[in-house]
């Protein structure tokens, strides 16, 4: 797939793809979630 | 060189000045010098988060990497993902942002100090902090120095003092924020740099699938000395528990993935930002950053394969001579246009300056706040600033020296050692601090002692690894060698041939400190926690916000 031999290899490339989505998600969905020795 | 180049530069430098001036005329209070006084832009932060962690070893030493080890390097892209970004400002960085403005603390062995109760907590992270940064420090300017050097045809201890004052001038005088100010412009350079690289690397070789299979199908073509080792094609992971194997997944894949969670120069970034609302908008930025800067490097390094196999008829690490660092700018000189020179020069010192100039600030708050001012008891009211520039001074001329002097009288076995820097800091804060941080955020059990005894544990143990055990490590630092004649106590000669002390799998010589430091550590940081006093309720429900 991809011109990948390893399905491991597929898997990370995907992956990247993946959780970089997940991140840009969680972004626009939490964009305004705000949480005295 | 172009009279452009010399244009580029300048204008760079130029902004870079302003920036860190700007830094310096808004920093007012030890907060403000230490943690841009918790109001730091999410963009800053995210940029300035991604660009510290990304040296240019990450992307000429790691990239290089990849030119030898393959793709199998992206799956270290999705540990700097989901674990360097997405845990560790969800999971990690709200909680420790809110207990370190709970506990008014300004660094990160303050945090763990106040959160235990322990002036020695503060001062020996401080002390483990401030003695291997240097040797982190050291491996990326050394590299930038040699980089510098080679581009503008400078002598290298020419370019190392130029380099190093542009750095310390903002640094000293703009505390953090003329770092993160200069940080995200350098961030946002080398987000521009590595997107152009893929771009024209997949486009020169006909596209994503067909630059690939030409990978692909370059298999046969692995040096005999790699297929020995367990390499199987530069698109596939290495033979499972094969030397190769241990070296991708142990020290690359896991050592810098999880050792960046511990990182003080990063954990320091969370409690930059003025709510969680700023961590929340920063995940995207960083995501994205890590992705294409780290992505890009890995593909790239492993791509360049098929580029000199086209135009040299040798894979990348024969035709640099065996230099795994020469092959990204090797690569970059013969398959990439002129103009992308100047950009990729651009990408490489901002990846250097942002890393360096966190490295220094971390060693001076470690000296001049946790040491001379807390753990001594000689804090004084305004001193704080003061106090932390000349520290910063001091770690930049320990770092410059240490570059100096390992050039000059250690020669290529200097550089050896240098070039282990990085793996080795990463390792030791993990085992260090990664058991004592983890409870300090989510446990009421881990007690003083525990800490404490966690932290010893880990540290005493991933170093003893490096120096006698892990042969990458212990070669280079001679110690093994010199003591019992050994280049490591995992390697043992039997009638004259090399054997390598293992169970199944698992070679010990080839396994990184952090797989086995790390779990020593939580053990004994549990067990101690268990049977030794426990931390004041109200204490705990100060540190935790709860009632």
Known sequence: ?37 | MSIWMIIIVVAYLCVIGYLGFRGFKTTKSATDYMLGGRSVHPYVMAMSYGATFISTSAIVGFGGAAGVFGMGLLWLTVMNIFVGIFIAFWVFGGRTRKMGLRLDAHTFPELLGRRFQSRFIQGASAVIIFLFIPLYASAVLTGAAKYISSQFSVDYNVALFVFSVIIALYVVMGGIKGVMYTDALQGTIMLFGMTALLIITYVKMGGVTAAHQSLTDMAALVPEKLQAGGHQGWTSMPKFGAPSWWVLVSTIIMGVGIGVLAQPQLAVRYMTVKSGKELNRAIPIGGVFIMMVTGVAYVVGALSNVHFQQTLGKVSIVAAKGDVEAIIPMYLQSAMPEWFSVLFMLTLISAAMSTLSSQFHVMGTSLGRDLAEESMGRKNKGGGVLATRGAVFVGILISVYLSYIIELKFGKTGTSIVARGTAIFFGLCACAFLPMYVGALWSRGITKAGAIAGMLSGSFFSLFWMVFIQEKASSALLLCNKLFGTRSLAIHMVDGKEVFSSIGPIVWAYVDPLMIGLPLAVGVTVLVSLFTKKTAPDHLNRCMGTK
Not at chain 1, 10 to 35: P, Q, R
């Open chain 1, 1 to 37: 797939m991809l011109g990948i031999e390893d399905p491991g290899v597929v898997l990370a490339y995907f992956l990247c793809i993946f959780c970089t989505l997940i991140c840009l998600i969680w972004g626009a969905v939490k964009w305004n979630v705000d949480d005295e020795s």
